[in-house]
């Protein structure tokens, strides 16, 4: 059965991209999310099997939207999305629970490598 997953970036092209390297290879883009609030919103009424989601946001960034996902599902899958150089906030939303991070620009192989890791 086809994975269904959210992707959350404040980037429509980003959200784009990942969209097509996902459901070219066999899974299902079930929502999408410009920012941390809707991603909460969004997974609490999707129930995705995976999340994708870019740590710099406006309004909620990614690291607050995962702890609250994470609070309110602590099974959530959650894989974040970084630009070069935030080391730091890497390393924090790997402690706050998310199973692996894909940095930017993506490599659909690393995307696929990650996805494939998380949910199979």
């Known amino acids: 059965m086809a994975k269904n997953i959210l992707i959350v970036d404040d980037a429509a ?3 784009m991209m ?9 899974y299902n883009v079930v929502g999408e999310a410009e920012n941390g609030a809707k991603a909460i919103e969004k997974y609490s ?9 870019d740590i710099t ?4 960034d990614g690291i607050a ?9 602590p099974n959530a899958l959650i894989i974040m999305c970084s630009a ?17 991070f894909i940095v930017k620009p993506f490599q659909p192989d690393r995307v696929l490598e990650a ?6």
């Not at 939207?65 to 599902?73: C, E, H, Q, V």
């Open 84 to 100: 070069m150089g935030q080391q730091a906030m890497v390393i924090e939303s790997i402690q706050a629970g998310a199973k692996d």
């Open 45 to 53: 009424e999707l129930k995705p099997d995976l999340v994708l989601m």
């Open 18 to 26: 990942i969209k097509d390297i996902l459901t070219k290879n066999g």
């Open 65 to 73: 939207a995962l702890k609250k996902i994470k609070g309110a599902d």
């Open 13 to 15: 092209f980003m959200r």
């Open 115 to 120: 996805v494939k890791k998380v949910v199979g």
């Open 57 to 60: 946001m406006p309004e909620v």
